[in-house]
């Protein structure tokens, strides 16, 4: 069974640098991240190691320094913390800063704003807090129930699979064919890299392990794409949760991916754990071979 990993996966750029940030403050003075700086516990639990804490709520921080998280916040969020007298530490993707003009703009420019993607998502939150009057869609249902606007603003929360986006834009301009529609592609390059690469790995795979945290967005929109090209898909968030009754013997491909918060050192022992697996199987074929000539 040969091994394949996806030609994009794992950590992005953007959660490598807020990381670094995090542990960069906390050699320096205590300080607190509002809400969970990325999705993956893995990434939380080296963090708090640190000692870098976590709260939920303006009120809880008892540290100088607030960090908000890679997924970006709301400006009346980062009013609430400077009224506290507490300084603001920006992790904020700048890919989600880039999401948060496109809506802003959209609003000076007159258009009702539309968010593609999950409604009670920290980014999706950040983006619309600020905002009078919104949207927030994710299926065709929720399409179905806007109602007339003369002017759309569509924008998607950046991990959301472009094809869906797309997908939601069109129904929307079929639905008010006699109102203008305006789509700013704001879904980050690393997520289109990664949905790409797993529609490849899964369609030369008979099983596919993605890595990633349990309530990672990203992570669960690669498990979703990679089960539409590939019957056997398992979400994993580290080794350990690896099962070998999963695979056959007669399995030619395991693919491997992982979401954008996953760190590399996770995705390493995923795949030694796999190697270990085959390098057993083989040495049993081998053994029960050579029992049975005997």
């Not at 904020?92 to 003009?101: D, I, S």
């Not at 807090?129 to 806007?146: H, K």
């Not at 007669?250 to 697996?277: C, K, M």
Request: glycine fraction near 6%; charge should be neutral; aromatic fraction near 4%.
């Amino acid at each position: 069974m040969k091994i394949l990993r996806a030609s994009h996966l794992g950590m992005c750029f953007g959660v490598r640098d807020a990381i670094a940030l995090a542990g960069e403050r906390a050699r320096s003075g205590p300080v607190t991240i509002l809400g969970d700086l990325v999705h993956n516990e893995t990434v939380l639990n080296q963090l708090r190691s640190q000692g870098v804490k976590t709260e939920h709520q303006v009120a809880n921080v008892t540290t100088p320094d607030v960090i908000i998280t890679a997924h970006g916040t709301s400006n009346r969020t980062r009013h609430q913390i400077e009224v506290r007298g507490l300084r603001v530490v920006e992790a904020t993707c700048p890919l989600v800063h880039y999401a948060h003009r496109a809506v802003a703009r959209f609003v000076q420019e007159g258009y009702h704003p539309v968010i593609i993607g999950k409604r009670d998502h920290v980014e999706v939150r950040g983006l619309t807090e600020d905002l009078a009057e919104y949207d927030v869609i994710l299926t065709d249902e929720d399409v179905a129930a806007l109602r007339e606007r003369p002017r759309y603003g569509v924008a998607a929360q950046t991990t959301q699979p472009i094809d869906r986006a797309r997908r939601l834009v069109t129904l929307l301009q079929e639905r008010f064919p006699k109102s203008e529609v305006c789509f700013h592609d704001t879904v980050c390059q690393p997520t289109k890299q990664r949905q790409s690469a797993a529609v490849e790995l899964a369609q030369q795979c008979d099983i596919v392990i993605v890595i990633g945290g349990a309530h990672s967005n990203n992570t669960r929109e690669l498990v979703a794409t990679c089960a539409h090209h590939c019957s056997r898909v398992h979400h994993v968030q580290s080794a350990p949760d690896l099962r070998s009754f999963w695979f056959r013997d007669d399995d030619q491909a395991v693919g491997i991916t992982a979401g954008t918060s996953t760190p590399d050192h996770v995705v390493d022992e995923v795949e030694r754990w796999l190697n270990d697996f085959v390098r057993f199987q083989q040495q049993l074929r081998h053994h029960v071979a050579n029992q049975n000539g005997s």
